[in-house]
């Protein structure tokens, strides 16, 4: 069984960036750049499929500027066995992301596409199920438990969901797509030996053109604003000051 894994590079998490003067965008310039988190945990459970020996080949695919080889280099060095970058300058949104992993999907005949929950960029969290719909595969989003098993020379796949009540578990065939949550596992550490040994291994670079994805996008942001700043905390000595305070200020 052959693993599509989506990972992005993204705008370190922790970065402290700026809404530009203009209000257009962030800037992001000189931010450090990583693998998006849920893509780390995507890449993990994918790995540790291949090390059951449910998984024969783990593919790690990245869109994206030319530098997102990084990722792919890291992912390779976490046991991803290919990785296939489709570089582009387009500002990429979910559903271009999505179209590009069915042209890829349709090359590579993956039983399963395990994409993060959402890019900590864009916080989305539309491009595994928009892959799910025009593949027409069945998909679980938000997994925080993924177990496979083979069944009448298929897999059927038993995924427990992250949902805002608890969890739900769901049973499907594959091929399918998942989306990892933060609860699937803890991403491992890479030795810097492998990380050296990964940047020897052959990249595999489709350009969209091949693919004959149109990369156009769908949506115009029109402006961009910082959160409002919290208000400092105060300690209250009761409740009837709590409340007090609350009234004061309308919330109650
Ligand atoms: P989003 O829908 O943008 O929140 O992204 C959800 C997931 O789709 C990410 O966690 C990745 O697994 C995948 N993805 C999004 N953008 C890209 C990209 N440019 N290249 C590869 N995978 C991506």
């Known amino acids: 069984?052959?693993?599509?894994?989506?990972?992005?590079?993204?705008?370190?998490?922790?970065?402290?960036?700026?809404?530009?003067?203009?209000?257009s965008a962030l800037d992001v310039s000189g931010a450090q750049r990583v693998m998006n988190p849920f893509d780390e945990i995507a890449l993990e459970e994918a790995v540790h499929l291949k090390e059951k020996g449910l998984a024969t080949e783990v593919?790690?695919?990245?869109?994206?500027?030319?530098?997102?080889?990084?990722?792919?280099?890291?992912?390779?060095?976490?046991?991803?066995?290919?990785?296939?970058?489709?570089?582009?300058?387009a500002a990429l949104q979910p559903l271009a992301?999505?179209?590009?992993?069915?042209a890829v999907c349709e090359r590579e005949s993956p039983q399963l596409v395990v994409c993060g929950k959402q890019a900590t960029?864009?916080?989305?969290?539309?491009?595994?199920?928009?892959?799910?719909?025009?593949?027409?595969?069945?998909?679980?989003?938000f997994a925080s438990e993924l177990s496979i098993e083979a069944q009448g020379g298929g897999y059927r796949a038993t995924v427990v969901r992250e949902v805002d009540e608890g969890s739900e578990t769901v049973e499907l065939p594959l091929p399918a797509v998942v989306t990892a949550g933060l609860r699937l596992n803890e991403a491992r550490f890479t030795s810097l030996a492998k990380l050296v040994k990964a940047r020897k291994m052959?990249?595999?670079?489709?350009?969209?053109?091949?693919?004959?994805?149109?990369?156009?996008?769908?949506?115009?942001?029109?402006?961009?604003?910082?959160?409002p700043?919290?208000?400092?905390?105060?300690?209250?000595?009761?409740?009837?000051?709590?409340?007090?305070i609350l009234k004061e200020r309308g919330v109650v």
């Open 59 to 89: 593919i790690a695919v990245s869109a994206g500027e030319p530098e997102s080889q990084e990722i792919l280099r890291t992912a390779l060095a976490r046991g991803a066995d290919r990785a296939v970058l489709i570089p582009t300058a």
């Open 97 to 102: 992301v999505a179209k590009l992993l069915r």
């Open 121 to 141: 960029d864009d916080d989305a969290a539309q491009t595994g199920p928009m892959l799910a719909a025009m593949l027409g595969w069945p998909q679980a989003a």
């Open 1 to 23: 069984m052959k693993i599509l894994v989506a990972v992005k590079r993204v705008v370190d998490p922790d970065a402290r960036v700026r809404v530009r003067a203009d209000g």
């Open 202 to 227: 052959p990249l595999e670079i489709l350009a969209p053109e091949v693919l004959g994805v149109d990369l156009g996008s769908r949506l115009e942001t029109l402006s961009v604003i910082e959160a």
């Open 229 to 244: 700043r919290r208000e400092p905390g105060v300690r209250v000595k009761s409740v009837a000051e709590l409340v007090r």
